[in-house]
């Protein structure tokens, strides 16, 4: 099981950014998905998660409005296109499949002027 998140970066407050997630050795179009993201000497949390088939989405309050989860089943992968960023973003922003508590290596998100 492999899942590499790309797409990270430094970026201005009130820019996006569109994370990437592919997944592998698993069967993905069956697996829900989540995003989490932990912010230095904080504790790591919740972002957002969608179910297998994209019928059923779910935000942390934080994020709701300006974030979006989203996935291709054909590509094998799970994005999280970010809107409207806001310094207290500033993360590294991992991909979870939660059935298997697997999960990806970490993208670093830096929200800043």
């Known amino acids: 099981v492999q899942l590499v998140e790309s797409g990270g970066g430094l970026v201005q407050p009130g820019g996006s950014l569109r994370l990437s997630c592919a997944a592998s050795g698993f069967t993905f179009s069956s697996a829900a998905m989540s995003w989490y993201r932990q912010a230095p000497g904080k504790e790591r949390e919740y972002v957002a998660y969608?179910?297998?088939?994209?019928?059923?989405?779910n935000y942390a309050d934080s994020v709701k409005g300006r974030f979006t989860i989203s996935r291709d089943n054909a590509k094998n992968t799970v994005y999280l296109q970010m809107n409207s960023l806001k310094p207290e973003d500033t993360a590294v922003y991992y991909c979870?499949?939660?059935?298997?508590?697997?999960w990806g290596q970490g993208t670093q998100v830096t929200v800043s002027s």
């Open positions: 969608i179910t297998s088939r994209s019928d059923n989405t």
């Open positions: 979870l499949w939660p059935y298997r508590n697997h």
